[in-house]
């Protein structure tokens, strides 16, 4: 058992009795989510290079203005706001940004200097709970981006299939598995009841439920990859678009 002095000192931000390379883990994070960032956020202000038919990238899905006759700024500002809120908020995006980015804590089993924990029930953190709308919203957008991704296969009236036509089926597949994987529809579809054969239509949500837990279990997965996905999409259909490389056509 560790004596007083031992455990006092353990109080200290930062001090921790494990051993590992314990900060490595936040460093990934760190790197390609501050990447994303920066760069989600240049796509947004560039306003251009977001539609060559028949793409459009999902930074702009669906595409609002695009002429400015009432909104001003750039059409993305408009959109990514859903998404955005979405990944904020997500679980598991929260934990990952609690550590890398504010320090809360640095990691498990490495202190943060107090005692006290108060969750996510007191203001800013308590907001976190929007988390379940913003999944309602992103619904919504998936529909669209899905929508875009069937004209995607439509090359001036006639069925193809383009390079960029596969990254965006790629990209909306991505994303629908991450939305699927979401704790908040696992909480809706079953998660809250303690008795499936107590309800209605008990036996399809039971089996709804196992479903959404079995991605559920990726989560930390679908949400990487689905990131890195939408971010790559619009990159590829930007440098379309700009004239930097061309759209191979596979049929």
């Known amino acids: 058992m560790a004596d007083s002095s031992t455990l006092k000192g353990l109080t200290r931000f930062g001090s921790t009795q494990r051993r590992d390379a314990w900060w490595i883990e936040n460093l990934p994070f760190i790197i390609v989510f501050g990447g994303f960032l920066a760069y989600a956020t240049w796509r947004a202000i560039e306003n251009n290079y977001f539609w060559v038919a028949p793409y459009l990238s999902p930074f702009y899905s669906p595409l609002i203005d695009p002429h400015h006759h009432w909104w001003p700024f ?7 706001g859903g998404p955005g809120g979405f990944r904020i908020t997500c679980y598991y995006y929260r934990k990952a940004y609690y550590r890398a980015a504010f ?47 069937v004209v995607a296969f439509n090359f001036n009236g006639h069925f193809g299939i383009g390079v960029g036509t596969i990254v965006m089926l790629v990209d909306v597949i991505l ?30 949500r039971h089996a709804a439920w196992r479903g959404v837990t079995i991605l559920n279990e990726h989560h ?32």
């Open 74 to 80: 750039s059409p993305a500002f408009l959109i990514l």
């Open 103 to 149: 320090a809360h804590p640095l990691g498990c089993a490495v202190s943060e200097g107090h005692r006290g924990y108060s969750g996510e029930r007191k203001f800013p953190l308590i907001l976190q709970n929007v988390h379940r709308y913003f999944f309602y919203v992103v619904t919504i957008i998936l529909a669209f981006l899905w929508y875009d991704t």
């Open 175 to 204: 994303l629908t598995t991450y939305s699927l994987s979401c704790h908040s529809l696992r909480h809706l579809v079953g998660g809250k009841l303690d008795c499936f054969s107590c309800t209605t239509f008990g036996k399809p």
């Open 220 to 251: 930390m997965f679908w949400a990487w990859v689905s990131m890195i996905s939408v971010g790559l999409t619009d990159l590829y259909i930007r440098l379309v678009a700009s004239g930097a490389i061309r759209d191979i056509r596979l049929l």
